[in-house]
C-alpha cells in the first residue's frame, strides 16, 4: 500500500513540474537561509559560555575620557590584587593583556593570531592546561608558549613544535617551550602567549593601564550590589591619579561581553544577525504560504480524480495518506536539496562567519522543526479551507452528473456550491 501511495505520488509530482520545481526549490531555499541564520546567532551568543562557572565571570570596565564610549577595559595589573585582597566578594581575579600579534614559522608567511600577556591565574580561571613541554615562558621573553591549534598549524603537531623557533612581525625570534590546550569559541582565544618579563615589571606598576580584569564572584554575590559597593568604596590609586578607581565602573559578563558597547574589537553588530535571521525567518513564512497555496491549488484541480477514486471504493482515510505522501515526498526532496545547498554553502560561510563544528546534527534539528511546521500549516488550512472530505463528495456529484467530465470550481462561500 505504501509503495503504491509512493508512486501515485512520485507521478503527480512530475504531472504538475513547474509546481513541483517552484515548491521545492522555495522551500529549500528558505530551508538553506533559515539553517545558516539560526547557526551563526547560536554561535554568536554563546562565546565564553563553556567555562566552569561562567556566569560567575565579570570584566570591569573602567570610566575613560579617552574612549569614544566613556569606557575602557584597561586598568593597572594591580587592580587584580586590591580587589582579590579587599573584597571577600572575589573568588579569583585576573589580570590580562589580549591584543593581536602575527608571527610564522622560518621561510613561511606570518598568520595572525591573539597574544596573551599574564600569569597562571589566566590558567585557573578559563581552564586552559599544559599539553607538551614546560613553563619557561612564564619566566623569560625570549619563550613563548602556543596554542594546540597554533602549533598544529606551524609545525603539524604539538610535539613537534617543543624547541622550535618562531619569528615576530618584528623579526624577533622566539623559542617554543610549551603547547597550551586550547581557549575555542572565547573573546580571548589566543595562539601565543608570551613577554612574561614584560608582565612580570609591568604588573607592579599603577601606571601601565593596559590590563583586562576578570573577577569570578562568589554565588551567592549579586552583580548589581557590588558594582554599587565598589562604587562607593572609595578606593584610590596613587598620588599621581586623582580620580576614585571605582568611579562609576561597570561590571560586564562575560558572557556578554563580546556585543557589549565596551568591546571596541566586535566584527559586526547583533543588530545585523537578528536582521539576517529575520530575513530567513520571513523566507520560511513565504515559501510555506507559497507551498500550501500551490497544493490546495492542485487539490482543487485533481477533482476528477478525487472522485473516481471515491466511486472506485477508496476511503477518504485512504485519500488522506495518499495526499499526505504526497506532501511528505516533496517536502523530503526540499529538504534533501536543502542540504546540498548547505554543504555547497558551509565552506564560504565558514570563513566569513568563523562558525566551526559539523552542520548536519544540528541542520536535521532544525529541518524537523520546520517539519512539524509544515504539518501545522496544512492542520490550519484544512480548518479555514473545505475539507477533503467535502471535496470528494462535491467531486462524485459532479462527476455522477457530468460523467463526460466538466469544468467546475468551488465557490468559496459558506454553503460550498459547486458550479458547472
Not at 45 to 60: G, N, R, S, V
Not at 317 to 323: I, M, T, V
Amino acid at each position: 500500500m505504501f509503495i503504491h501511495c509512493l508512486k501515485i505520488a512520485a507521478r503527480n509530482l512530475m504531472k504538475y513540474k513547474m509546481q513541483t520545481v517552484v515548491s521545492i526549490v522555495g522551500l529549500a531555499i528558505g530551508f538553506t537561509c533559515f539553517a545558516l541564520s539560526t547557526m551563526w546567532i547560536r554561535h554568536e551568543i554563546t562565546f565564553d559560555t563553556q567555562h566552569k562557572d561562567a556566569e560567575q565571570l565579570y570584566l570591569l570596565a573602567f570610566k575613560s575620557p579617552l574612549r569614544s564610549n566613556g569606557y575602557d577595559v584597561g586598568e593597572s595589573a594591580l587592580v587584580a590584587d586590591l580587589l582579590k585582597n579587599d573584597f571577600p566578594e572575589v573568588k579569583e581575579a585576573c589580570a590580562f593583556s589580549y591584543y593581536k600579534e602575527k608571527i610564522k614559522r622560518e621561510g613561511e608567511e606570518l598568520i595572525e593570531v591573539g597574544e596573551l600577556m599574564t600569569d597562571t591565574c589566566f590558567m585557573q580561571m578559563f581552564g586552559t592546561t599544559l599539553l607538551e613541554g614546560n613553563f619557561d615562558f612564564l619566566h623569560n621573553d625570549d619563550y613563548v608558549a602556543l596554542s594546540e591549534k597554533t602549533a598544529k598549524q606551524l609545525f603539524g603537531s604539538a610535539t613537534a613544535a617543543i624547541g622550535k623557533e618562531i619569528i615576530t612581525q618584528y623579526d624577533t625570534k622566539k623559542s617554543v617551550a610549551a603547547v597550551l590546550k586550547d581557549l575555542p569559541h572565547s573573546n580571548f582565544e589566543f595562539g601565543c602567549w608570551g613577554n612574561a618579563a614584560r608582565f612580570n615589571r609591568e604588573c607592579k606598576q599603577w601606571y601601565y593601564t593596559s590590563y583586562i580584569i576578570c573577577i569570578k564572584l562568589s554565588k551567592e554575590t549579586s552583580a548589581d550590589e557590588f558594582q554599587e559597593k565598589l562604587r562607593t568604596s572609595g578606593k584610590r590609586p596613587p598620588k599621581h591619579r586623582d580620580n576614585l578607581l571605582f568611579e562609576d565602573v561597570k561590571l560586564i559578563p562575560l558572557t556578554a561581553y563580546r556585543y557589549s558597547m565596551y568591546n571596541e574589537e566586535r566584527d559586526i553588530k547583533f543588530q545585523y544577525l537578528i536582521l539576517f535571521s529575520s530575513v530567513g525567518a520571513l523566507i520560511i513564512f513565504v515559501s510555506l504560504l507559497n507551498f500550501l497555496s500551490l497544493f490546495l491549488t492542485r487539490l482543487r484541480m485533481r477533482a476528477k480524480e478525487v472522485a473516481l477514486r471515491k466511486v472506485c471504493g477508496s476511503s477518504t482515510l485512504s485519500l488522506y495518506g495518499l495526499f499526505f505522501c504526497e506532501y511528505t515526498l516533496l517536502i523530503l526532496l526540499s529538504g534533501l536539496i536543502g542540504m546540498v545547498l548547505l554543504e555547497f554553502s558551509y565552506p564560504t560561510f565558514r570563513s566569513f562567519t568563523g562558525v566551526e563544528g559539523g552542520i548536519y546534527a544540528e541542520s536535521l534539528s532544525y529541518f524537523g522543526g520546520i517539519l512539524i511546521l509544515r504539518y501545522l500549516f496544512c492542520f490550519l488550512s484544512s480548518i479555514i479551507t473545505p475539507s477533503l472530505a467535502a471535496l470528494c463528495e462535491a467531486s462524485i456529484l459532479c462527476f455522477a452528473r457530468f460523467p463526460s467530465g466538466c469544468n467546475c470550481w468551488l465557490a468559496c462561500s459558506s454553503s460550498s456550491a459547486w458550479r458547472c
